[in-house]
């Protein structure tokens, strides 16, 4: 595709259901990169793909927090349980390896009722 | 572990430079960036800066880094209320990890 793409753009969900979000990176991309803003907040890095390596994990805040990568292309955040404090917006990027600049996706809204 | 931080807020005159400041931690760091978000709008990349130069100039953008210090700025000329956006400082580790500090909103006066 043309760009990093996310879906669903937004996504309401009640207290304690399990949500899913997805991206497309930009075919050929190895490295998918997952964030959180929320409101009046900064980045917040949650996890890190590159290749066939193992991920980077060490910004996910909760063991709620899952994401995988498949066939080095689709990636899925999954929430478990989700709280009100989840409720951000969502981010998605991808860069070639090495590459200086990481496309983003326009993101997930997701909030938490 | 790797931090980058911002001020959080900057307001200027249009006409005026603006300069934005960030501090970041890991001194492995292989490039510096400076990302752009409009409201309602995705992040998209304004600048970068390899770790091993000084300065780089791009129009009316001006990017510093002191890499003794871990000080990056960024410096926009003649800014217009275009220029109105939340502008994010990023450090890329060795790892080809992407941090991004709280962003610097930036508002211009007319």
């Known amino acids: 595709g043309a760009g990093v793409s996310q879906s669903p753009s937004n996504k309401v969900t009640e207290k304690g259901k399990d949500v899913e979000l997805r991206c497309d990176p930009i075919?050929?991309?190895?490295?998918l990169y997952w964030y959180r803003q929320s409101l009046g907040q900064g980045l917040e890095f949650l996890i890190y793909?590159?290749?066939?390596?193992?991920?980077?994990k060490s910004g996910l805040p909760s063991d709620r927090f899952s994401a995988e990568r498949t066939g080095g292309s689709v990636s899925t955040l999954t929430i478990q349980r989700t709280q009100q404090e989840d409720s951000a917006v969502y981010l998605c990027?991808?860069?070639?390896?090495?590459?200086?600049?990481?496309?983003f996706g326009q993101g997930t809204r997701l909030t938490v009722v | 572990g790797e931090d980058v931080e911002q001020s959080l807020f900057l307001s200027v005159r249009e006409g005026d430079s603006s300069v934005i400041n960030c501090t970041y931690t890991?001194?492995?760091?292989?490039?510096l960036y400076w990302y752009k978000q409009e409201p309602g709008a995705g992040l998209q990349l304004l600048t970068y800066?390899?770790?091993?130069?000084d300065m780089k100039q791009d129009q009316r953008l001006t990017v510093l880094l002191n890499k003794k210090d871990k000080h990056l700025s960024l410096r926009i000329a003649d800014t217009q209320t275009g220029d109105s956006a939340i502008y994010f400082c990023?450090?890329?580790?060795?790892?080809?990890?992407?941090?991004f500090g709280q962003g610097t909103e930036l508002s211009v006066k007319p």
């Open positions: 800066i390899f770790s091993n130069m």
């Open positions: 990027a991808s860069s070639f390896a090495g590459d200086t600049e990481a496309f």
């Open positions: 793909f590159q290749g066939n390596s193992a991920p980077d």
């Open positions: 990023a450090e890329r580790s060795r790892g080809g990890k992407l941090i």
């Open positions: 890991d001194s492995s760091s292989t490039y």
């Open positions: 075919s050929g991309h190895t490295a």
